[in-house]
């Protein structure tokens, strides 16, 4: 039987408020049948959900598309409901029924739709340079039987809602960060169910936030205004078809709140005595409250919330208590988390608490906070004197593992203490075990440096002064990131920030959304993110609209570079980061040895061969060629400059080796002299990498793809630093900015630039996806619409299992060898794809000749054979193979 599930409309579940013009839908097929492929499909759109009022239907389209179908014909109106729903027929002769409804809403389309103010606390509530969040609220009388209610609401800073005294939504830091001089989100809550006939209130309280709080490290602050405000409007439908708007403006009112200060980097200071219970609810007594005050800022920013947003997504019991040598009660959390602490208190009115964040205790076991450099990551809570009182904080967050507590009573209880988990809350879709506890150990470790540094911006780290989008951070680990999570919501709205933010002359500012001077921008590796991301979405997702959407973004950044220096077709002036924190730096350097032109030029062309497959893809035959041409082009000249006639590159670090081989840029004697030389580098270093953060994400790809997959595998087994496990070894629990965050002896590399959760070297997990448990996409069918199940068993490992949920559902990868050697592949493939399955050992250039010790094959009942260890399965199912 043939099923149509999983219906999603710009990748969500039935989304509401999206703003999106031409809808893309997309679905997965169920059967339990074999080699099942979509043959035709059937949409509708209705206005109810009874599909008695049909708004459109596609008809049968024959067509084995089943992902980012675009809805084209429907003009979408501001706050309406749409419903869809789809039928599939296969190549078995099948169809099946109607799936079930699915809908998706819009927002408020038009600034037309508007006629809220932006509104904030008057200077005699919260005097201007004061750090004290206000407090906003309006009571509000409502008649029977309504229908339906929703609330469209922004602010510059942050924002909580509260609806007759409980919690609007769960989403934490709205609207979220973007580039707010260009794009500012707007939020949609149904509220239906918090109404009531009669009277209502609602309030808000704001935060600085990203807005107007600290950021950088220094000590900036109103970058982007001063003035934090609220825009809200609620619509309210009744049963009899009339419509009431509830809006901000001068007759909301405004008062000051408990949160006495509240930044991202530096916590959050909280007066409980002055609480005003009751304060978003009717019947409160508002009297002593100021009129709110008008803000001036115009609507043409606004746009409808685009990625997923920041949810609590777990909570974390601490492990121990901890009296550290310096006599300080300290919290062990057992996991470098991102997020904050909720705790319980007792004691008197007036007494104060503070709650200090770490992310590693010093040799000697005491709490370290100097790697967060000027970031105060401070709660400060003064008691209302209540019996118990229970306290988190909202406009800030914290990277850390441990926490001090000062000022609380002898009798703390670890029970009174709960990490509660932040982050971008994305669909998570891989999985990767294997045999050895120890990389199981850094797969967790790389999920949660995801997950740390996915909030609301892909960030360098979440701890110190920094925290910012940095591009050469995201650029390095989204490919990793596509494994773990869909994170194709999450990267589009940063690229259109990225897009909105980049120079006139196509340059690209260092982070994203841009706080930093005007100077920076524009390094190698770090700007190419403007190419690299959305391409990387385009081959996970099958994402085409992000190609459009970026592709002028794309060829800006590419023709940047195009004018820097004399030579169009190198580049070898400006600032670079280089191969950042390479092993290879010179004494007291962050800069590794590879030289930076070289690695500029290296980007250049990489950067101009995705262009090229881009604008193939998006069907621009002329710029197609253009782009082939340029990077013809750019590889001559970069020979010319870098390689001798006798094919030796003339830059000799791993890093420089690994980039020439994984861009594709030497052929025949070069290129075989580069894995020679690789391989001579490895052995000098004892089989140690001493690359960056250029040259780590490649490095196992080059070797494996070169015949050098037991060295790839060597590297991952290390345990002495520099490795991935020396860190694992130490105790790490996320992912280190630096090889030797921990020395040996136990001392710490440096205070200034030492995050214990950086993202960038979980690159790896890239490899261990694409070449361990072997599940990767083709770039001729990108998405997984076709498959490529390539796994690379290495001694080390008697069993992997990898398993990604595509777009068109899950595939498995899961090898395992038996005592006697006799090996299993395990492979599950989703309807409507094709997989072309290469076990290990058989060499897909040369297949027919290979000659692969191939037993037997198991439960393969339909299309497929396997000739020379290659199989080709079309559609749907679990294949075993054993050998
Ligand atoms: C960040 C990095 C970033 C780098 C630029 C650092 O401060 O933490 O991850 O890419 O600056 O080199």
Redesign the pocket.
């Known amino acids: 039987m043939l099923e149509v599930v999983d219906l999603r409309c710009e990748y969500k579940v039935n989304p509401i408020g999206i703003d999106v013009r031409r809808p893309r839908i997309s679905w997965k097929l169920k059967t339990d049948e074999r080699a099942v492929l979509q043959t035709a499909y059937e949409i509708e759109v209705a206005a109810d959900a009874e599909f008695s009022r049909i708004i459109w239907s596609s008809g049968k389209v024959e067509s084995d598309q089943s992902t980012h179908v675009e809805i084209v014909d429907v003009q979408i109106a501001s706050s309406t409901r749409y419903y869809y729903r789809v039928k599939s027929w296969s190549n078995k002769g099948d169809s099946s029924d109607w799936s079930a409804a699915a809908f998706w809403e819009t927002g408020l389309l038009h600034t037309s739709d508007w006629s809220a103010h932006w509104i904030g606390a008057p200077a005699e509530v919260i005097a201007e340079d004061a750090e004290q969040s206000p407090l906003l609220r309006k009571s509000f009388e409502l008649k029977a039987d309504i229908r339906q209610a929703r609330i469209y609401t922004t602010a510059l800073g942050l924002y909580e809602l509260e609806l007759n005294g409980a919690r609007v939504g769960d989403s934490y830091f709205t609207p979220g960060w973007t580039s707010y001089n260009h794009r500012l989100q707007v939020q949609t809550y149904d509220v239906t169910s918090m109404l009531q006939e009669g009277e209502n209130a609602i309030g808000a309280m704001l935060g600085k936030g990203w807005y107007s709080g600290n950021l950088g490290w220094q000590d900036q602050k109103d970058i982007y205004g001063s003035q934090i405000a609220l825009l809200l409007q609620m619509h309210i439908w009744y049963e009899d078809g009339s419509v009431e708007t509830i809006a901000t403006d001068e007759q909301w009112l405004a008062s000051a709140s408990p949160v006495l200060m509240s930044e991202i980097y530096h916590g959050e200071t909280y007066d409980a005595r002055l609480e005003q219970p009751g304060w978003s609810e009717a019947g409160f007594h508002d009297s002593a409250w100021q009129q709110a005050v008008r803000v001036e800022r115009g609507l043409s920013q606004l746009v409808a919330q685009e990625n997923e947003p920041v949810r609590k997504t777990g909570e974390i019991k601490p492990i121990a208590l901890i009296q550290t040598p310096k006599g300080e009660t300290v919290i062990d959390f057992g996991q470098n988390m991102v997020g904050w602490v909720r705790f319980r208190v007792r004691g008197d009115a007036g007494s104060t608490i503070e709650i200090h964040h770490a992310e590693v205790l010093d040799n000697d076991g005491n709490f370290y906070m100097e790697n967060m450099r000027s970031a105060k990551v401070t709660i400060c809570y003064t008691l209302k004197g209540a019996d118990v009182e229970t306290y988190e904080p909202r406009f800030t967050f914290q990277g850390f593992r441990y926490i001090r507590l000062i000022g609380f009573d002898a009798g703390v209880q670890l029970g009174d203490f709960t990490g509660i988990v932040l982050h971008s809350d994305m669909p998570a879709i891989g999985t990767f075990e294997c045999s050895d506890p120890l990389i199981n150990q850094l797969q967790h470790n790389i999920e949660w440096g995801l997950k740390g540094n996915f909030l609301d911006v892909p960030t360098?780290?979440p701890q110190r002064d920094?925290r910012l989008g940095?591009t050469?951070?995201a650029q390095m680990f989204i490919r990793t990131a596509t494994y773990l999570y869909n994170v194709a919501p999450f990267f589009t709205k940063w690229s259109r920030d990225l897009a909105a933010d980049q120079l006139e002359n196509g340059g690209v500012p260092?982070v994203i959304p841009n706080v930093l001077s005007k100077e920076s921008h524009s390094s190698s590796a770090?700007g190419d993110a403007a190419v690299i991301v959305p391409w990387t979405l385009y081959m996970a997702y099958g994402d085409q609209r992000i190609l459009e959407e970026q592709y002028s973004s794309m060829k800006a950044w590419v023709s940047y570079i195009q004018q820097q220096g004399d030579n169009p077709f190198l580049w070898n002036t400006g600032f670079h980061?280089g191969d950042?924190l390479g092993l290879d730096a010179k004494p007291d350097s962050?800069v590794g040895a590879t030289d930076r032109d070289y690695i500029a030029t290296a980007f250049y062309a990489y950067s101009t061969s995705l262009l090229q497959k881009t604008a193939a893809v998006l069907g621009k035959t002329e710029d197609a060629e253009y782009y082939a041409k340029l990077y013809a082009d750019i590889v001559a000249a970069y020979t010319e400059e870098f390689v001798t006639p006798a094919g030796r590159l003339s830059v000799s670090t791993q890093t420089a080796q690994v980039l020439a081989l994984m861009f594709g840029l030497l052929q025949g004697k070069a290129k075989e002299r580069a894995v020679a030389k690789l391989m001579e580098l490895m052995e000098e270093s004892k089989f140690h990498l001493t690359t960056g953060?250029v040259g780590t994400p490649y490095l196992n790809h080059v070797l494996s793809d070169h015949g050098q997959l037991n060295t790839a595998y060597r590297l991952l087994f290390q345990q002495d630093y520099p490795s991935w496990l020396y860190q694992v070894t130490k105790g790490a629990t996320t992912i280190w900015?630096h090889w030797d965050g921990i020395r040996e002896d136990g001392s710490f590399w440096s205070k200034d630039?030492n995050?214990y959760n950086?993202y960038?070297y979980g690159a790896i997990g890239d490899w261990m996806y694409r070449c361990v448990a072997g599940i990767d996409t083709d770039e001729e069918k990108a998405g997984y619409k076709h498959i490529f199940v390539r796994p690379q068993p290495g001694d080390q490992l008697s069993w992997a299992d990898g398993s990604l949920n595509t777009m068109y559902g899950s595939i498995r990868s899961k090898w395992s060898r038996a005592e006697d050697g006799a090996m299993e592949l395990l492979v599950v493939i989703p309807p409507n794809t094709t997989a072309t399955i290469v076990l290990p050992g058989a060499d897909s250039d040369k297949t027919m000749e290979s000659e692969i010790p191939l037993q037997q094959t198991e439960g393969i009942s339909s299309v497929e054979q396997v000739e020379n260890g290659v199989s080709m399965l079309a559609g749907s199912g679990e294949y075993r193979f054993t050998w």
Request: overall charge negative; some cysteine.
């Open positions: 360098d780290c920094e940095w050469g951070d260092f770090w980061f950042w962050y953060f900015e630039m995050s950086h960038a």
